[in-house]
């Protein structure tokens, strides 16, 4: 019969540094804004309505603010209107989705900042894989995007990228 021996394992010990409060505050600040941000988003799939100062994201860069025609950001968080797909305002294919993308942004910014509106949870998926939060924009029980699509600035999100360009 054999006896297994072992070694001990040597253990480094790290000096300790002091933490001075400049030290501290990039770090407290991050996590703020995290519980902030997912406080703010457990109210949203309750259906709480929200209000907000929206400008334009590329205009200067804010809490909340319009990225594009299909996308916001909400006290810091990026959010994906779930149930539209709007033209590409970065890396557009042609002209044509470049000005179709830019008006659609314009009319989403008008659309946010008409008055208070619900971040409501639909699908089952709560994030894309780009890590934005997938919600539906409502006002008084109907989806803002339904006023883009009506409009002709977006179309209804089936699941396939589809050209905006002829």
């Known amino acids: 019969m ?3 021996v072992y070694r001990k394992k040597t253990i480094r010990t790290i000096p300790r540094r002091r933490l ?7 770090a407290v600040a991050i996590v703020a804004t995290a519980v902030a941000g ?5 109210q949203s799939a309750a259906g709480i309505s929200l209000r907000g100062d929206f400008a334009l ?3 200067a860069p804010r809490q909340d603010c319009v990225i594009d025609g299909d ?3 909400y006290g810091g968080v990026r959010i994906r209107l779930e149930d539209i797909d709007a033209p590409e305002t970065h890396s557009p294919k042609c002209a044509a989705e470049a000005a179709l993308g830019r008006r659609a942004t314009l009319r989403l910014l008008e659309l946010v900042n008409a008055g ?3 971040l409501v949870q ?3 998926r709560d994030e894309d894989r780009y890590g934005r939060k997938l919600r539906v924009l409502a006002r008084d029980g109907r989806s803002l995007a339904d006023t883009l699509i009506a409009e002709g600035l ?3 999100w089936d699941g396939a990228r589809r050209s905006w360009c002829g």
């Open 38 to 42: 997912r406080a703010m988003m457990d």
């Open 116 to 118: 208070p509106f619900e």
């Open 122 to 124: 639909t699908g089952v």
């Open 154 to 156: 977006a179309r209804s």
């Open 20 to 26: 001075s409060l400049p030290m501290l505050l990039p």
């Open 2 to 4: 054999y006896r297994r």
């Open 57 to 59: 994201c590329a205009a």
């Open 71 to 73: 996308t916001i950001r």
